[in-house]
T-cell receptor
Framework: DGGITQSPKYLFRKEGQNVTLSCEQN?????MYWYRQDPGQGLRLIYY???????QKGDIAEGYSVSREKKESFPLTVTSAQKNPTAFYLC????????????FGDGTRLSIL | EDKVVQSPLSLVVHEGDTVTLNCSYE??????LLWYKQEKKAPTFLFML????IEKKSGRLSSILDKKELSSILNITATQTGDSAIYLC??????????FGKGTRLSVIA
């Protein structure tokens, strides 16, 4: 089945630790996105990538980093510089071209220990 | 700066009621407006609207776009407890990623 797989579903981070959230898609989509969702805040864009080896900052990129070495994969690292990382993280992908909706993974819930 | 505003932010109704959710936007170079439903995990796609005045319908859900008023509504008739979710509105403008509103949390009680 085609889709977007995020792992792990739940993740705990210790103070000062970097953690990496995985996002893999087999939909052959060109563009991929990372969002953060906090209660009452909707979805806020962290980073996005429209082609391999290229990515752009979103609205809240500070304290996060990404890579896009393969079309299928867009991992997100939450660094120790992100002081309030507790949130629900959603990965999405979309084919190029107008009129195409984004598809989402099931999310990773990150908490601080 | 592109902006999407949804109202109300939360809503509680009884089964069988009809609800209307609102979404207004201020964006440059509008291309489309999308509605998603989010239960516990991934938002699922409901509708994409690009043309003003044309209603999109799926079962008890329908949506329409008003480009003059820069807004859209999502209607749900004969609500059921399974309609309880966060409904997200997003707008696509130019070549930028989707801009999302804060969502409307709908609770349907039996």
């Amino acid at each position: 089945d085609g889709g977007i797989t995020q792992s792990p579903k739940y993740l705990f981070r210790k103070e000062g630790q970097n953690v990496t959230l995985s996002c893999e898609q087999n939909l052959n989509h060109d563009a991929m996105y990372w969002y953060r969702q906090d209660p009452g805040q909707g979805l806020r864009l962290i980073y996005y990538s429209q082609i391999v080896n290229d990515f752009q900052k979103g609205d809240i990129a500070e304290g996060y980093s990404v890579s896009r070495e393969k079309k299928e994969s867009f991992p997100l690292t939450v660094t120790s510089a992100q002081k309030n990382p507790t949130a629900f993280y959603l990965c999405a992908s979309r084919p190029q071209g107008a009129g195409q909706p984004q598809h989402f993974g099931d999310g990773t819930r990150l908490s601080i220990l | 700066e592109d902006k999407v505003v949804q109202s109300p932010l939360s809503l509680v109704v009884h089964e069988g009621d009809t609800v209307t959710l609102n979404c207004s936007y201020e964006v440059t170079n509008f291309r489309s407006l999308l509605w998603y439903k989010q239960e516990k995990k991934a938002p699922t796609f409901l509708f994409m609207l690009t043309s003003s005045g044309i209603e999109k319908k799926s079962g008890r859900l329908s949506s329409i776009l008003d480009k003059k008023e820069l807004s859209s509504i999502l209607n749900i008739t004969a609500t059921q407890t399974g309609d309880s979710a966060i409904y997200l509105c997003a707008v696509h403008s130019g070549n930028t990623p989707l801009v999302f509103g804060k969502g409307t949390r709908l609770s349907v009680i039996a």
